[in-house]
């Protein structure tokens, strides 16, 4: 079957940095995105990766990892408006988004 | 990125009733319309993808009688949850993907459905 898995919750302090870990089996891979959702609100796209290694985008950055299955969102200089869902999703073979159950990064002063 | 609307964010409505979500992409042609389901903390749950101009093909487990979605335009999708009842009562959120094939899926903001 298809699986994604990530953190269930993180804490991290204002103004540290945060790594959130996405590992992930589907049936093919034609790219790794990253997500940010506030409670209530829709997820708003922050990355997308298909190919190995890292891509930096102002406070945020995401790697990855094909033949180990594995991603990574970095946080830096975090913020209180930080604190949100972040959610892995895969684009499998069938270009269908398969997601993870998403991780609540929770930032304290 | 593209604009996705969708309307209205909120709506409360009796049981057994029916309730009509739009979903519209405001500057781009969205030939793949998605809908989601969402429980509190819980992930994103795919319901049905949608091809313009052609039926829409739903996940295991959904009920296409009851969760009939209408893609007449490359702008417009609709999801109808009809004789909703409470345990219908969740936050549906659409997204679509342009015609260049563009792998970004773009997000409407969401409806919270409450059905009592």
């Known amino acids: 079957g298809q699986n994604i898995d990530q953190p269930t919750e993180m804490t991290a302090t204002e103004g540290a940095i945060v790594q959130i870990n996405c590992t992930y089996q589907?049936?093919?891979?034609?790219?790794l995105f990253w997500y940010q959702q506030h409670a209530g609100e829709a997820p708003t796209f922050l990355s997308y990766n298909v190919l190995d290694g890292l891509e930096e985008k102002g406070r945020f950055s995401s790697f990855l990892s094909r033949s180990k299955g594995y991603s990574y969102l970095l946080l830096k200089e975090l913020q209180m408006k930080d604190s949100a869902s972040y959610l892995c999703?895969?684009?499998?073979?069938?270009?269908?988004?398969?997601w993870g159950a998403g991780t609540k990064l929770i930032i304290k002063p | 990125g593209a604009v996705v609307s969708q309307h209205p964010s909120r709506v409360i409505c009796k049981s057994g009733t029916s309730v009509k979500i739009e979903c519209r992409s405001l500057d781009f042609q969205a030939t793949t319309m998605f809908w989601y389901r969402q429980f509190p903390k819980q992930s994103l749950m795919l319901m049905a993808t949608?091809?313009?101009?052609?039926?829409?093909?739903?996940e295991q487990g959904v009920e296409k009688d009851k969760f009939l979605i209408n893609h007449a335009s490359l702008t417009l999708s609709t999801l109808t949850v009809t004789s909703a009842h409470p345990e219908d009562s969740s936050f549906y959120i659409c997204s679509a993907r342009d015609a260049q094939g563009h792998t970004e899926a773009f997000f409407g903001q969401g409806t919270r459905l409450t059905v009592v």
């Open positions: 999703a895969v684009l499998d073979s069938n270009y269908q988004l398969i």
């Open positions: 949608s091809n313009e101009g052609s039926k829409a093909t739903y």
């Open positions: 589907t049936s093919g891979f034609n790219g």
